[in-house]
């Protein structure tokens, strides 16, 4: 049987463990004092601790949020009532850059050689609030997915209806004027059948076909199929890739809808011509795909709200594409996708993805995908 530790090795154990402990423990005294900063405060507040020990709690905290605690901590001095002690509660706290994040505190007291002694333990938030948001739009996307779902399917089909008697008018009819009219329903038919589709694309659940893509080959294909309607436009297209193959995986027909819509996008950023570089390069374990062109660029202002749903800088347009290209991009594993934008001067479209681990796939050889 193991001996009982002794006080002087309890104590060390007890702080050998408060040490380590994955949440902040800050203790302070009557006078507000910081007693205790473990490591895990540290790294949550990034304060090292000989610059808060022996400071005032205030030193890591909000001026709101100090004056109301030092309030509390005076309040049961006085009356022995407890107002937050032996509760948990939601604040927002602030780091050592001046970064506010959310935190989950519970407050202690305990009473030693007649001092009063209050801990505070701390849990940062941040990574659970990004997962309720998460799930949060979860919900409301599954929620309009169904609305779009039924009115795809009550409009659907009567759209297409019109649409299609018009084009058999049009066909028929001579005079100008009412050719014109049925020209007008066409379009706006057309219109109205393309926002439907960019609709379910946007709201319905997606699911990803994945397979192994040699992204020189897609890059090139897109590529030529858009080198024509540069041409129209003056605009030196440039595909800038090596002979070793960039390997990914992915949904290469989602993919390749993501490439032709930024590079359409860049395409009417371009109204008098212009230089557009279309370029792939592989850095340590991620392929940077590149999209960069130097027509009329974003505001900062329009910046803000590029990836937000209906929102477009075009006379036309229905503000989805760049939205729905983020979430296809996003969608994929370990993938990002970043603007960067100055008005005047051009837009680049960043996308970032793992590289594909298999060693069938070997410097200089071509692999193609289908």
Request: net charge neutral; aromatic share 6%; charged share 30%.
């Amino acid at each position: 049987m193991s001996a009982p530790l002794s006080s002087g090795m309890e104590l060390s154990v007890l702080k050998g463990s408060i040490d380590n402990t994955n949440e902040a423990f800050i203790t302070i005294d009557e006078h507000h004092k910081v007693l205790l900063f473990n490591k895990a405060a540290e790294r949550i507040f990034g304060y090292n601790r000989d610059e808060v020990i022996g400071q005032d709690l205030n030193t890591i905290m909000a001026p709101g949020c100090s004056h109301d605690h030092k309030r509390a901590v005076e309040h049961y001095i006085r009356t022995r009532v407890p107002r937050r002690i032996g509760h948990t509660t939601e604040m927002m706290a602030r780091r050592k850059d001046g970064g506010m994040f959310p935190a989950d505190i519970s407050f202690s007291v305990s009473e030693s050689g007649g001092r009063l002694f209050f801990t505070g333990i701390v849990r940062d938030l941040t990574e659970t609030k990004v997962i309720q948001e998460r799930m949060k739009r979860s919900e409301r996307l599954a929620a309009l997915g169904q609305v779009v779902a039924e009115i795809n399917h009550e409009i659907k089909n009567p759209l297409m209806m019109i649409g299609g008697f018009a084009r058999q008018l049009t066909q028929q009819e001579k005079n100008e004027k009412r050719l014109d009219k049925l020209n007008v329903i066409v379009k706006e038919v057309d219109r109205l059948e393309n926002l439907l589709k960019e609709l379910r694309d946007f709201y319905l659940p997606k699911t990803l076909k994945i397979e192994v893509i040699n992204l020189n080959s897609l890059l090139s294909e897109i590529h030529s199929q858009k080198k024509e309607d540069c041409k129209a436009k003056k605009i030196n297209a440039e595909i800038i890739i090596g002979s070793d193959p960039l390997v990914i995986e992915g949904d290469r027909d989602k993919l390749k809808q993501v490439l032709l819509n930024l590079i359409q996008n860049s395409i009417e950023a371009m109204e008098d011509g212009g230089n557009l570089a279309i370029q792939a390069r592989q850095e340590d374990q991620e392929i940077e795909i590149v999209i960069k062109d130097n027509g009329c660029g974003i505001s900062k202002e329009d910046q803000k709200k590029i990836f937000s749903p209906f929102f477009t800088t075009k006379s036309s347009g229905t503000g989805l594409g760049l939205s729905i290209s983020k979430n296809i991009i996003e969608d994929h594993p370990g993938s990002t996708f970043t603007l960067e934008s100055e008005e005047g001067k051009g837009t680049i479209f960043k996308i970032r993805m793992p590289v594909y681990q298999n060693s069938q796939y070997k410097q200089g050889v071509t692999y193609e995908t289908d």
